[in-house]
């Protein structure tokens, strides 16, 4: 507690890096946060947020002013001024394979350890397969100048988009991997806040740490695909998986989080994250973690067609040419996120049959016309369902699920809607004068 307070630096400013940079500033650390991209760097050099999530931009703005929070693309340069650095650069699915990508974590590290001008701690956070941080051990004793002392450890982050603010600075648990006493000890005085507040420590091994965090997401993954395998078993049955997931939750050891049967799973995580543990177990010749992992995939992605199952019932055999529109375009509500995103999945899976679809959300729409520019898009719910001959909410905001369907039913052509997130009052909806398609929950109406 006499050393003077870690100076740290942040490489990669995604959304993990940038909420993490402005955590620990707001945690009164001198934080400098470093990215490739020159122009995410001026925008949050400008206290703004290169990507939509609640709460950030106040956060960042705040930190800029106090001068404890800058931003640069030179990494010798950060390196220079700080003492732990955090890697939260992207680990996407390798193109043509399951795999990660690890290229951007190794440039990471051997960049912090070819420019460490004094000892340091290097602290992974970005989601690896399990076996990364040794490798990167090697790397960083290979780069790192003679006479300069330094060690790396890992620390998943465990943030979920939308509420990215609150689970950094207020974490369920801390996960702190191959960890020296030295550096446990800096790692628990940077989290002394949250500590203090109660969020728990594990101390761990270094595979260990790399493994709780791809195994929370394969839980997540997997409590999803299970009730939307009974979804499918309520549907041929005549039951109601929303209130069985209910039903379920009352259990507490099931737990009713994580039980939204619908349209399944998306993100910039779950899916590449499940596929890069099934391909390492496979590497490792855990089989049964391979078998149980593709199922949970396959089942979620027979969601997506599960919903064009229906649309194509709803219109009587063929989407040529009808007007179909979507509400929701993000994976999930409350980001702008697209990335395997189910809703802009089947929205263009729609479009490709030949149907003139609309797609309405409230923060996606840029990054959705960015992914893909062929679509229609409209500005309101009301626009994008004028006309309509089939409606299909495909992402649960409010402004959906708080809609008025007396008032819409007056603008569609045709009263007939698709719930892909069970996230209608069918009773509502119903009375309105609409049938209702759902995914599990009501037999059709
Ligand atoms: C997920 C995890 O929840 C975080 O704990 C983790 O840190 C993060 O990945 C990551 O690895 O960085 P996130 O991708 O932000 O967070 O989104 P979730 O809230 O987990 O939702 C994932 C998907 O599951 C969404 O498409 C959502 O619509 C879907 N979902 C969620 C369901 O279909 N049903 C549910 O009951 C819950």
Not at 224 to 235: H, L, R, T
Not at 354 to 361: E, S
Request: aromatic share 6%.
């Amino acid at each position: 507690a006499d050393q003077p307070a870690p100076r740290i630096s942040v490489i990669g400013t995604g959304y993990l890096g940038a909420t993490h940079a402005a955590a620990m500033a707001e945690l009164g650390f001198d934080v400098v946060g470093v990215d490739t991209d020159p122009r995410k760097v001026k925008e949050l050099k400008e206290g703004r947020a290169p990507f939509f999530e609640p709460g950030l931009p106040e956060l960042i703005r705040r930190n800029v002013a106090a001068g404890r929070l800058t931003f640069t693309t030179d990494l010798a340069e950060a390196v220079a001024v700080s003492d732990v650095h955090f890697i939260c650069v992207g680990t996407p699915q390798q193109s043509g394979s399951f795999a990660a990508n690890l290229s951007y974590v190794e440039a990471a590290a051997r960049g912090i350890a070819e420019n460490l001008t004094h000892d340091g701690l290097i602290v992974g956070k970005s989601t690896v397969p399990v076996g990364t941080g040794a490798r990167l051990r090697a790397i960083v004793a290979d780069a790192v100048p003679a006479g300069i002392d330094v060690e790396l450890v890992w620390n998943p982050e465990f943030l979920r988009e939308g509420k990215a603010v609150e689970d950094t600075l207020s974490p369920d648990r801390l996960v702190f991997g191959g960890t020296s006493a030295r550096s446990e000890a800096t790692l628990r005085r940077i989290y002394q806040k949250p500590i203090a507040e109660g969020s728990p420590v594990l101390v761990a091994d270094l595979p260990t740490a790399e493994l709780v965090k791809v195994s929370a997401n394969a839980f997540l993954a997997t409590k999803i695909s299970f009730i939307n395998a009974i979804a499918e078993v309520c549907d041929a049955a005549g039951a109601d998986v929303s209130l069985l997931a209910d039903a379920l939750g009352h259990d507490k050891r099931i737990g009713r989080q994580f039980l939204n049967a619908g349209l399944g799973f998306g993100g910039g995580c779950l899916p590449k994250d499940i596929r890069a543990l099934m391909h390492r177990s496979n590497e490792l010749g855990a089989h049964a973690a391979v078998g149980l992992l593709q199922q949970v995939d396959e089942i979620n992605m027979g969601r997506r067609q599960r919903v064009m199952d229906l649309a194509l019932k709803a219109l009587g055999g063929s989407v040529l040419n009808r007007r179909i529109g979507v509400l929701g375009a993000a994976f999930k509500p409350h980001t702008d996120d697209v990335r395997d995103s189910p809703a802009l999945n089947v929205a263009a899976a729609l479009h490709l049959r030949g149907a003139q679809v609309v797609v309405y959300d409230p923060q996606a729409r840029e990054t959705a016309q960015r992914l893909f520019p062929t679509l229609g898009y409209a500005d309101s719910t009301e626009e994008a369902l004028t006309g309509a001959d089939l409606t299909v909410v495909l992402t649960e905001w409010d402004e959906f699920t708080s809609a008025d369907p007396a008032a819409l039913a007056s603008i569609v052509r045709n009263r007939t809607v698709i719930d892909g997130r069970n996230c209608l009052d069918a009773g509502t909806w119903s009375r309105a004068g609409w049938s209702l398609y759902a995914m599990g929950t009501v037999p059709e109406v």
